[in-house]
């Protein structure tokens, strides 16, 4: 009876050994999953949801998440405009959960620029936020790193005003 009493314990701190090892595994493989995660991924899970937004100058925008795309946020604000936020420009955001997206479906990585073309083939306005400040206007020209835009403010002094891509935090569709 005693050996058998030793092996039952044996057999019983074995399997405490082995059920410690996969929690450790386990959790070593959602840490290392976590640290594979992109934001866009935990974005695209709350698509549809409110969202806020601050942007690298403080601004902070508030919306319905339209499409959470890897170089961009689309949001619809209260109003109803459309907010294109480059992900470059993203501080941090309210809104997010800790789910990822349930599917798989991989879509088109459109650039900032591509989508600024169709806009200018739309000929309708649009608002820049930059840090140096906000141009009203229509663009009329979209090149790799900039965009030119014809200005609709009365307060500057030449038509056309040239800003670098970089430097927009929001583009919003008027």
């Given at each position: 009876?005693?050996l058998e009493?030793?092996?039952?314990?044996?057999?019983?701190q074995?399997?405490?050994?082995e059920?410690?090892a996969?929690?450790?595994?386990a959790w070593e493989?959602?840490e290392?999953e976590?640290?594979r995660?992109a934001?866009?991924?935990?974005?695209r899970a709350?698509?549809?949801?409110?969202l806020?937004?601050?942007?690298?100058?403080g601004?902070?925008?508030?919306g319905?998440?339209?499409?959470?795309?890897?170089?961009?946020?689309?949001?619809?604000?209260?109003?109803?405009?459309?907010?294109?936020v480059p992900m470059?420009?993203?501080?941090s955001?309210r809104?997010v959960?800790?789910q990822?997206?349930t599917t798989?479906?991989?879509?088109?990585?459109?650039t900032v620029?591509?989508?600024?073309r169709?806009?200018?083939?739309?000929?309708?306005?649009?608002?820049?936020?930059?840090a140096?400040?906000?141009?009203?206007?229509r663009?009329?020209r979209?090149g790799a790193?900039?965009?030119d835009v014809?200005s609709?403010?009365k307060r500057?002094?030449?038509?056309?005003v040239t800003l670098?891509?970089?430097?927009?935090?929001?583009v919003?569709?008027?």
């Open positions: 009876m005693h009493s030793l092996l039952a314990d044996l057999d019983s074995f399997e405490q050994y059920r410690s996969r929690a450790a595994q493989l959602a290392a976590a640290g995660t934001l866009v991924d935990r974005l709350v698509e549809g949801g409110a806020s937004v601050t942007t690298r100058t601004r902070v925008v508030s319905k998440l339209l499409q959470a795309r890897q170089e961009f946020l689309l949001l619809r604000a209260a109003d109803s405009s459309q907010m294109l470059g420009a993203v501080v955001v809104g959960g800790r990822l997206e798989s479906s991989q879509r088109v990585s459109y620029a591509a989508v600024l169709q806009i200018m083939r739309t000929k309708r306005p649009a608002r820049f936020n930059t140096a400040g906000d141009i009203t206007g663009i009329i979209v790193d900039h965009v014809l609709m403010d500057d002094l030449s038509d056309r670098i891509l970089s430097a927009i935090e929001i919003t569709s008027i």
